[in-house]
């Protein structure tokens, strides 16, 4: 990106396009949105791959396996879009996941970590989607983020059933201690 050699004001409405008709160059913050999400797929889709390749209950490994999907599917938009504006994307981590099917952490553990990573997933897409003045960029972004929403319930709910959800501090709720 170069330099910006003066500040420059928007003034006309056409600047928040993106749906329809030509769209402008993305923003450094869009970019820069649309970099770290992919970059945190990527990562997350090493981490899931291993943790799949060595879960021992089957429906953790499927829902795993799914989580690489969606990986895969966020990782394709996010690459197209920057290619689309001949921006440089990042490495994949693929290479990184060891041939291994041994298991070093239990199911309980990785399910934990998948579940943290996917709730910090909501809140990068939150925050790309308060930063995008492209329509078509929070759209991507509040689509998604509510498939990962979808992703992070169904994992809650695979932890509840094998009882590896502990119960989260909570406030006190009056209405139950009045009666």
Do not use: C
């Not at 690459?79 to 990042?90: A, G, K, Q, W, Y």
């Amino acid at each position: 990106m170069p330099k910006p050699k003066k500040v420059d004001f928007v003034n006309k409405q056409s600047f928040l396009t993106g749906w329809f008709g030509r769209r402008k160059p993305l923003l450094a913050v869009e970019i820069a949105d649309l970099y770290h999400n992919l970059q945190t797929n990527a990562i997350g889709k090493a981490l899931i791959t291993g943790f799949a390749q060595t879960a021992e209950t089957e429906d953790a490994r499927d829902y795993l396996k799914r989580g690489k999907e969606i990986s895969n599917k966020h990782i394709k938009i996010f690459t197209s879009i920057l290619t689309e504006e001949d921006i440089p994307v990042p490495r994949n981590w693929d290479e990184d996941v060891l041939d291994s099917t041994e298991a070093a952490f239990s199911d309980k553990l990785m399910m934990f970590h998948i579940s943290l990573l996917s709730s910090s997933g909501i809140g990068n897409y939150g925050g790309a989607i308060s930063t995008s003045t492209r329509r078509d960029l929070a759209t991507h972004f509040s689509r998604l983020l509510t498939e990962i929403a979808q992703y992070t319930e169904d994992g809650a709910n695979l932890q509840i059933k094998h009882g590896w959800m502990e119960q989260p501090p909570q406030s006190v709720d009056n209405n139950d201690l009045i009666k």
